[in-house]
């Protein structure tokens, strides 16, 4: 009996405060209760500095702390070329300087692991000291094989997209589009580093820079022949007053016939490449089956004399 009572005088309890927060909930201005709700309460600088991510707030630093410390003894002529390499890489947002950061950071990580890595194979103190040099070295030319490559690798991406380029501006402009107006219409139809650097100069015409000039940054920004070799064209061209259709029915035909020459010739060097890992790997195995029997039955026939 006791129980039920306690049990019916919870309940009545629990009834009366919900419908007394709910008769001051509704005396609230709703306005007032949602801007509480998404009220933010003013953060830190401390805070604000954790929100950002560990590199950032750790390797970052030492990067350009390192760059400014390598800049001084740097020579003025390696650093416009790293500008220059980091232009056809495309990595333009880098600068020159975070870039030497990175390369002397790079150093001091390959000679830290370098000699861990020694001492704890070999275990000796000669090889290690040796191993502090190497990685020093490896570790500071690492980014530069690393920039290298990337920027080979968009030349390489820009001379194989080259061809079809042309022949959207060639169909563009024979359809009656200025050349400039073609430039833009294909780089809305093609994606890709080519598409990327044309419609940059396109971009920079708009804001005053003549066509030659424009097309004289993409020859900057990627060390590719055939590309010289078509911006030359155009220029001269625009030059000469020659008409602009002619000028790209020629130079993608051309473009086209160089792409399938470069077909050709890597299909001829496919068996030299295929024969390298054949003797390399089935030659050994095969004479190994062929040859490890007789071998077995030659050294029994020695044994028993």
């Known amino acids: ?9 919870l309940a009545a309890l629990s009834i009366f405060l919900i419908a007394l927060s709910r008769v001051v909930a509704s005396g609230l201005d709703p306005v007032q209760v949602r801007l509480q709700q998404i009220a ?14 560990l590199s950032e707030r750790t390797i970052k630093p030492i990067i350009q702390l390192l760059a400014r410390l390598v800049g001084r003894f740097y020579p003025a002529n390696t650093v416009r070329a790293i500008g220059v390499n980091l232009k056809r890489a495309g990595m333009e947002t880098t600068s020159v300087e975070f870039f030497l950061g990175v390369k002397a950071f790079a150093a001091i990580v390959g000679a830290v692991g370098g000699a861990a890595l020694v001492n704890a194979v070999t275990m000796d103190a000669m ?5 502090i040099p190497v990685g020093l070295f490896l570790g500071f030319k690492a980014p530069d094989f690393y920039l290298s490559n990337k920027a080979q690798k968009r030349a390489s991406e820009v001379l194989d997209t080259l061809p079809d380029a042309l022949d959207l501006l060639t169909i563009a402009v024979e359809a009656g589009l200025g ?11 093609m994606k890709g580093s080519l598409a990327e650097e044309f419609k940059r100069a396109a971009s920079e015409q708009r ?26 064209a155009i220029i001269q061209a625009d030059q000469l007053g020659v008409s602009m259709s002619k000028v790209l029915r020629i130079q993608s035909e051309q473009l086209r016939m160089e792409r399938r020459q470069r077909a050709e010739e890597r299909a001829a060097k496919a068996p030299v490449m295929i024969m390298l890992p054949t003797i390399g790997c089935i030659f050994p195995a095969l004479f190994v089956v062929i040859l490890g029997p007789a071998a077995l039955s030659a050294m029994s026939s020695c044994g028993s004399f």
């Open 207 to 232: 804001v005053g820079k003549s066509r030659q000039e424009s097309l004289r940054g993409i020859v900057e920004r990627v060390e590719q022949k055939e590309l010289q070799n078509f911006i030359a």
């Open 179 to 189: 050349f400039d107006a073609a430039i833009v219409k294909m780089t809305e139809k």
């Open 40 to 53: 933010v309460r003013p953060r830190t600088l401390e805070e604000l500095e954790l929100q950002r991510p």
């Open 1 to 9: 009996m006791e129980a039920g009572l306690a049990i019916a005088a």
């Open 127 to 131: 090889q290690t000291l040796v191993a």
